[in-house]
Structure formats: C-alpha cells, structure tokens
C-alpha cells in the first residue's frame, strides 16, 4: 500500500461544476502540499497545509490531522484546471512523499 | 525575483554517457530537493541538500549517482554512465528551510538513446 493515495485516478467534469480529490496518508507528516503539474510537464505549488482548511480564489483545501485526510476543492470548474494534482506529505527529514496523482480534465 | 531555475530543460544523452543536471535555487534559499518521474510514475524523492551538504540521500540510487549543492553555483545532479532507465524528467525544488514551501523548478527531460 502507498503512503500517499489519491481518488480518483481520473476526473471528468463539465465546465461549471464542484470537483473533489482526496488524499489519504499513512505516515505522520508536519505538512501536506497539493501540487498542480500542467500538461507540458511543470509544478505549481497550490497549497501547504498542516491544520484546518485554506482558500485561494476558486481553490479549496482541507486537511483532517486525525483521520490522515486531506481534500482538494475547485468551485466553478473551468477547462483552464485541466491538469494533474498531486498530493504530497512531507516526512520529518522535509522531504515530500507524492501520490499518483489525479488527472483533472474538464470540458467546455 | 526569479524562480527555480534548471538547465538544460531537455538533454539527450547515448548510453554510457554522462548527465549533469543544474539547479539555481530561488534567490535566498538554500535548501534544495532532487525528485524524479519516471514515465507514466508519479514523483518520487531522490536527494536532500543544504548549502555543501547532503541532509537525505535515501532516494538516490547507490551506484551511478551524486549531488552536490557547492557554496558558490548551482547545486548539480551527476548521473554516470546513463542508461535507458534514467529517461525521465528530473525535477529541483528549494525553499528557505525544511518546514516552508518548496517552489519547483521546470524540469530536465532526460532522454537516453
């Protein structure tokens, strides 16, 4: 079993609609990342987080230290977002330790 | 303020060859992070460096591979004698310290022929 899994592997959503991916985790972390990689190959970093819950324009992540969950929200989806997500915790050495990943496509 | 920055951003190499791999970490960090996605793979961690040292280096292969981060320059991924396998794209990361975020770099597609 991976340290880091994601759901789902693969996401359709039409223009318009409320996306969630989620990331579940094994390991003790001081912090999880979510990750955007854009077709041509590069990473933006969306969001570190270690407690609670952040927002960024249509952007949502929360994390649940107990349950070792953490959610990646996009409100009004847009073919703009069509990327891979990938969440990522980072061990006690600073290190990140990454899902597959989940690849986001969404239609006009 | 300029970001991550590596080069070359594609680097085609025979095998046997060597590879050398840089990284310019943005202005004012001095942790730097090696990762590497292999074909249809996710990421995975390789190396951990801070200014001349090496913090973790549990992700590099034992043979064929280094890293350096030198006082002055860039820090620098080795990979010796390159085969079929190393084909991937090697990715920099770097940040203020261990616990702030870590900004990517744009990568190096490695392709050995």
């Known amino acids: 079993k991976n340290e880091v899994e994601q759901s789902p592997q693969n996401l359709t959503a039409q223009e318009g609609e409320f996306i969630t991916i989620n990331c579940s985790y094994s390991?003790?972390?001081?912090?999880l990342h979510w990750l955007q990689q854009h077709p041509g190959g590069g990473i933006v970093s969306l969001f570190m987080?270690?407690?609670g819950k952040k927002k960024h324009g249509r952007l949502i992540a929360t994390i649940n230290i107990q349950e070792k969950h953490s959610s990646l929200h996009i409100t009004a989806s847009h073919p703009r977002d069509s990327a891979v997500y990938i969440c990522?915790?980072?061990?006690?050495?600073?290190?990140?330790?990454f899902g597959k990943g989940t690849k986001l496509s969404v239609k006009p | 303020n300029a970001g991550v920055m590596q080069n070359p951003r594609h680097l085609v190499r025979r095998r046997g060859q060597e590879a050398r791999l840089r990284c310019s970490p943005m202005?004012?960090?001095?942790?730097v992070y090696w990762y590497r996605q292999l074909p249809e793979e996710g990421l995975k961690f390789m190396v951990y460096?801070?200014?001349?040292?090496?913090?973790?280096e549990s992700g590099m292969p034992k043979e064929r591979f280094s890293a350096e981060f030198p006082k002055e320059g860039p820090s620098i991924l080795r990979i010796q004698q390159v085969v079929r396998g190393d084909s991937a794209a090697y990715f920099c990361?770097?940040?203020?310290?261990?616990?702030?975020?870590?900004?990517f770099g744009p990568g190096t597609r490695l392709l050995v022929l």
């Open positions: 990361a770097s940040s203020l310290n261990s616990k702030e975020t870590q900004y």
């Open positions: 390991v003790g972390i001081s912090a």
């Open positions: 987080l270690s407690s």
């Open positions: 990522a915790v980072r061990g006690s050495q600073g290190n990140l330790i």
């Open positions: 202005k004012g960090h001095s942790h």
């Open positions: 460096l801070q200014k001349e040292n090496i913090i973790d």
